[in-house]
T-cell receptor, first 112, second 116 residues
Framework: GESVGLHLPTLSVQEGDNSIINCAYSNSASDYFIWYKQESGKGPQFIIDIRSNMDKRQGQRVTVLLNKTVKHLSLQIAATQPGDSAVYFCAENIEGYQKVTFGTGTKLQVIP | EAEVAQSPRYKITEKSQAVAFWCDPISGHATLYWYRQILGQGPELLVQFQDESVVDDSQLPKDRFSAERLKGVDSTLKIQPAELGDSAMYLC??????????????FGPGTRLTVL
């Protein structure tokens, strides 16, 4: 997959505002998508997932939107808090395979 | 709350030395994964176990890396000899069900390896 090396895309958001993190995927056979949050020095933490037969799923303060037409996934975080500061990864599973592939991460910085 | 355990958390070694990492998945989880994560990138799968069997090791550099899960519970990943390019975070994850991918993978805290 595409790599950005040490230069992660960064999104800076004011505390209390909504955040939108985007992810593009390339394989039309992908049927399951997951968003993970990774804080510095820790392993990825599951946030929310969505199957390809859905276009929207909501959790607590988070919403994932899936647009299969343009192969695009987004994570919306409502009322962003300082604790949301982390790197966010989308991951996709290709139908028939029992593993997920991680995309390029986005670093979210919350400005107090 | 049950967690995936990994040790050590940090390892510094010299190139050409052997290193080993240990993972204890959440109790009852059939599937176990080892990933390598280079700084600034997403995790990349090295090996996947279902119970004690390897189901995918296509991305594992088998000339120097080996992994085992002898009793289908905890697992060890070994590198011998370590090279400078092996410096990375090594993550272990586990998942409950054997057949359903649409099932959360839980990650451990990782082992940060530095090869000098």
């Amino acid at each position: 997959g595409e790599s950005v090396g040490l230069h992660l895309p960064t999104l800076s958001v004011q505390e209390g505002d909504n955040s939108i993190i985007n992810c593009a995927y390339s394989n039309s056979a992908s049927d399951y998508f997951i968003w993970y949050k990774q804080e510095s020095g820790k392993g990825p933490q599951f946030i929310i997932d969505i199957r390809s037969n859905m276009d929207k799923r909501q959790g607590q303060r988070v919403t994932v939107l899936l647009n299969k037409t343009v192969k695009h996934l987004s994570l919306q975080i409502a009322a962003t808090q300082p604790g949301d500061s982390a790197v966010y990864f989308c991951a996709e599973n290709i139908e028939g395979y029992q593993k997920v592939t991680f995309g390029t991460g986005t670093k979210l910085q919350v400005i107090p | 709350e049950a967690e995936v355990a990994q040790s050590p958390r940090y390892k510094i070694t010299e190139k050409s030395q052997a290193v080993a990492f240990w993972c204890d998945p959440i109790s009852g989880h059939a599937t176990l994964y080892w990933y390598r994560q280079i700084l600034g990138q997403g995790p990349e799968l090295l090996v996947q176990f279902q119970d004690e069997s390897v189901v995918d090791d296509s991305q594992l550099p088998k000339d120097r890396f080996s992994a085992e899960r002898l009793k289908g519970v905890d697992s060890t990943l070994k590198i011998q000899p370590a090279e400078l390019g092996d410096s990375a975070m090594y993550l272990c994850a586990s998942r409950l069900n054997r057949d359903r991918v649409a099932d959360t993978q839980y990650f451990g805290p990782g082992t940060r390896l530095t090869v000098l």
